[in-house]
């Protein structure tokens, strides 16, 4: 298995330019989410996804969007980059069976640079 | 709000010594992870806690969860090189459904 990968790993834009992040997972997890990391900030929740079909949005949504049309694949998009979009973004996957953990499974992580 | 803290931010130890990671969260949860980064890489689970009073130890770190408390502590044993890293604990709360809120994380490097 290939757990949780993501497309591309390093990407450079321009301020204004659009993009998509692929996440991809073959582990038939319901749950997906996407963060982005910044020093000194941990990591922080942009949407999620709690099975095909379905987006919420987590707690640093502005300017991203979204979409699970497939269980295995999970999109973030960037309509109009902006520098403040500079950032490290992991992809994480996970399941719950009966009352056990909700575990999450990350991917290797896109670092995006904005100029 | 769940909000969850680490303490200390920034540890730097020397090799042998034994220390403590501390992780505070602010509302009720008996699950709570441990995850570890090394630089420039993703992270990996470390330990999942699910009920209080858990302990979990995998070599030279051990983990321990107290709910009453709404604390973890992360403990290093005799600290090698090779556990330097990034150290982050993370919490789902009983609302939170799926979703981890995450501490800052503790850069951790072990001196020679």
């Known amino acids: 298995n290939a757990g949780v990968t993501q497309t591309p790993k390093f990407r450079v834009l321009k301020t204004g330019q659009s993009m998509t992040l692929l996440c991809a997972q073959d582990?038939?997890?319901?749950?997906m989410y996407w963060y982005r990391q910044d020093p000194g900030m941990g990591l922080r929740l942009i949407h999620y996804?709690?099975?095909?079909?379905?987006?919420a949005k987590g707690e640093v949504p502005d300017g991203y969007n979204v979409s699970r049309l497939k269980k295995q694949n999970f999109l973030l998009g960037l309509e109009s980059a902006a520098p403040s979009q500079t950032s490290v973004y992991f992809c994480?996957?996970?399941?719950?069976?009966?009352?056990?953990?909700?575990?999450?499974?990350f991917g290797p992580g896109t670092r995006l640079t904005v100029t | 709000e769940l909000k969850v803290e680490q303490n200390p931010l920034f540890l730097s130890m020397q090799e042998g010594k034994n220390y403590t990671i501390y992780c505070n969260y602010s509302?009720?949860?008996?699950?709570l992870y441990w995850y570890r980064q090394d630089p420039g890489k993703s992270l990996e689970s470390l330990f999942v806690?699910?009920?209080?009073?858990a302990v979990k130890q995998e070599g030279r770190l051990m983990a321990s969860l107290d709910t009453k408390a709404r604390l973890s502590t992360l403990h290093i044993t005799a600290a090698v090189h090779d556990l330097s890293a990034t150290y982050f604990c993370?919490?789902?709360?009983?609302?939170?459904?799926?979703?981890?809120?995450f501490g800052e994380g503790t850069q951790l490097t072990v001196n020679p």
């Open positions: 994480a996957s996970s399941y719950r069976a009966g009352f056990s953990s909700y575990e999450q499974y």
């Open positions: 582990m038939n997890h319901e749950y």
């Open positions: 996804s709690v099975g095909e079909g379905t987006t």
């Open positions: 509302t009720t949860s008996d699950r």
């Open positions: 806690l699910l009920s209080n009073g």
């Open positions: 993370a919490v789902d709360g009983v609302t939170s459904g799926s979703r981890l809120t």
